[in-house]
Structures are given as C-alpha cells and as structure tokens.
C-alpha cells in the first residue's frame, strides 16, 4: 500500500460524494441505491446533453425514470431521493471536482468481434472526463466491462495523463463490475455479491467502503482489478455458452423429431449429492449489450495475456463457437419462417410476416443488439414485406414499432414470435386467424410461448425452437 494514497485517504475522510457516469441501465439504479443510503451525503448523475440522450436530465431530475421496461421500485425510488435532494443529474463534468468517488457505467461493444478489436471510444471519452477534474484522494471505478488488463492499462494511463496525478499514489482506481439484467436491476445490485479489485490494496479498500453500504443480501468479494475483469467477463461467457448448449440441443431435437422440453425435463430431474444438471432455455437468439460481446473481451485478454497460451492446436475457442451458435438462432428462425411458408406453397418472397417483439428479453424495452434485427434484416432482403410488434420498445432506428398487434398481424401470412413478451402468451388462434383471414397461417415461435396443439387444430402450419415433435405436422383446415 502506498503510504501516500493511505496518508492521503485518512485526511479525506469517509466517502460522502459521489458521481455516476453513465446514465442507463447500470448508472441510473446504482446512483439511485447510492442517494438512498445514509453513508452518502449526495449522488451526481453524469448525461451528456446530447440530442439522443440530454432529455434523461430533466426526467431524472423530476423523479422520473427514462427506462421504460418494468423495473420495480426505481421510479418511486428515484423520486425519493430526488425529492429528498440527494441525487441530481447534470451535464457538467467539472464537478467531478466536487466528489469523493467517481464510477463509470458506458457501454464498451465490439467494432470487429473477429479482430478483437473493441469499440472503447466512450469509455475514453468518459475516462478523459473524469481525468480533467481528479483531484488526489478520489476512487475511480470502472463498471464498465472490459478487456482484461485495462484498468491498469488503457485506463490508468488517461486518467494519468489527463490529471496530472499518478495511480496508486494519488489517487485509487478500481474495477467493480456490474451484474444486473433488466428487469431486476435494483434487486440485483443490492443482492448479488459484488466483485471489487484495486490496482492496489489502497484502491480495493476504498472500492469495498463505496460498494458495501448498498448491499443486502450481497457480500464484497475483493481481488486484484484483472482478477475482477475476467470474473465479469467469464461469467458473462459461460452464461453464453450455456444458452449456446441448450440451443444446440434444441437444433438436435427438431433433427430427430423430438420436443426439446421432454429432454430438458428430463435432464434437469437428475438430482443428488454433487449432480448438477440444471440447462437453460433455447431461443430465438441471445442479445444485449454484454453476452454478444464480453466473450470476445475475454479473448482479447488472453491474447494481451503475458504467458502464451496453451491449448489445442488449430482449435476453436469453445467460446467463440458457442456465439456462433447464439448468433446462428435469428437465422434458425427465418429457416423455419422459409420452411413453414413453403408447406402453404408460398415463397418467402412476397409474403407478409408480422413480427411479435422486437426486445430481446421479455417484458422490458431493452432493444441493444436484438436477435429481432437480423432476422428482420434477412426476410425483408428475401423480399418480404414486415411489420413489428412491441408493447415495450418506444423506438429502434429504421424501424417502425406499431403498438397495436392487430395493425401487425392483420393480413399477415406469417406470425413470429420473438420476445416472450407477457402480452403474447395470451394468444388465442381464433382471434389471429380472424384477422389474418387466412385458412392457414402460419406461426413461428421462437420462445416456447404458444401451445402448439391449440394453434394446430385451428389450422396453423407450425414451427417452433425445439418440437421436432410437431414442426411437420399434418395441415388441418
């Protein structure tokens, strides 16, 4: 520990400012958490006032939530502590000056996946941000997630460079990543366990004195800020490869002419001392801003690692196959879509698709790299005619989002279920049949959310992720 920093850190005293950067997913329940605890005098949201984003300040600072999926408790919690005066959004920067610590939640994709070549070109900009107004005796926290190495790296070289000051003496710097999912974000930061790792013990402290006063259920794991990068990022990839497996399985079972639900059931019945068979649920396809690209942040890093790598020659990383398999699933579905269209006699061509969910978890409006979009993108090549359905998603760039499903399935020869959306386990093939006013439509579901027997006795041509067992039915009328 650097006597300095520790020196520097008793004259500060405890945490009582904090900033945010990042006002999303991530930023807005972490500042919200942070404002409601009274260890913290007050909680600086961070928004750039941008022509895309800048309206977040003004909702944020009324009490009001910008996220429209169901998130219980953040609107009545935001509007707690604003009112109470303890959390603020505001574009200006420079009072990063004003805090004690400072966390950083923006997104960091991938520009070229194959080349491993990240896009951290906001992440800098934000690092930059806060290395322009440190002042010695602030924790930096990146909760973004990156490739590892990178905070004692690409992120302790800005913030040097930007400040004047020198890591580890000046000031702390740590990673802390977040491990939230839409739908459950206040209950996940406070529950789950929270991996914190300094580039030094001085950092991580410090990092575990933020991070603690949130927690409930959750305990703080520290470890080195590497340590910290790759938990992120392997956790998030095996979570993939999971999701990869049960798919995988589920293009097994149309094969062979089975129902993927039997086998997972069966599967998941084994239980016992030391037996864990638990399986995930096949898809569409996986999107999101973290499992599309965190396996590659992962690759990345063992590729900057400082021993080389020993592995099987000439052999696939099991992780980069396994996207491949979750990217495969969008077009799994247009092959049904072609195939199913095709027991009707029609082509593809022409044909009229309705498009039930364009989010890519259920129930939320989160539409970051939907596995809608690239399906979207193939039939409409194939020259198909689409319209999209989502009760959630406001907007989506280039894409007209109709909030009435009849609008969408009205005359559509083709229903494909995308989102396992709430509102689309009610479906009622009497009520779609009317209004497509087709003897035969047919329906595609990609999430397990219709029964199949209901929609093929009324006469749809069916095909779903997984039913072998029913994708080549007989056609009733």
Known sequence: MSQKLENILKEKGPIKKIGVIGMGYVGIPAAALFADSDKFDHVLGFQRDS?????????????????????????????????????????????????????????????????????????????????????????????????????????????????????????????????????????????????????????????????????????????????????????????????????????????????????????????????????????????????????????????LGTEALDYPQDAESIYVLARRVNDFMPVHMYNLTVAALKRINMDIKGAKIAMLGWAFINDSDDARNPPSEPYRDMVLEAGAELKVHDPHVLSYPDVELLKDSSDVIKGADAVVIFTGHKEYFGLKPEDIKKLTGKENTVIIDGRNVIDPDTFINAGFVYKGIGRGDKNSHPIGQ
């Open 51 to 303: 022509p895309s984003s800048g309206y977040k300040i003004e909702m944020l600072n009324h009490g009001e939530s910008p996220l429209k999926g169901e998130e219980p408790g953040l609107e009545e919690l935001l509007k707690k502590v604003t009112d109470a005066g303890k959390f603020e959004c505001t574009p200006d920067f420079s009072r990063i000056s004003e805090l004690d610590a400072v966390t950083l939640a923006i997104q960091t994709p991938f520009a070229d996946p194959k080349a491993l070549e990240p896009d951290f070109g906001a992440l800098k900009e934000g690092i930059r941000n806060v290395g322009r107004y440190l002042k010695p005796g602030v924790l930096v926290v990146l909760e973004s997630t990156i490739t590892p190495g990178t905070t004692d790296g690409m992120a302790k070289d800005i913030l040097e460079e930007e400040s004047g000051l020198k890591a580890g003496e000046d000031f702390a710097l740590a990673h802390a990543p977040e491990r939230v999912m839409v739908g459950r974000l206040l209950r996940n930061i406070q529950e789950h366990d929270r991996i914190v790792g300094g580039i030094d013990k001085a950092s991580t402290d410090r990092a575990v004195e933020l991070y603690s006063p949130v927690l409930t259920k959750g305990k703080v794991i520290p470890m080195s800020a590497t340590a910290a990068e790759v938990t992120k990022t392997a956790e998030n990839t095996f979570r993939d490869l999971q999701i990869a497996a049960a798919n995988q399985l589920a293009l097994y079972c149309e094969a062979m002419g089975i129902n993927v639900y039997d086998v997972r059931a069966g599967i998941d019945s084994l239980k016992g001392e030391g037996i864990t068979r638990a399986i995930l649920w096949p898809g569409a396809g996986v999107g999101g801003h973290c499992l599309t690209k965190d396996t590659y942040h992962l690759e990345r890093g063992v590729k």
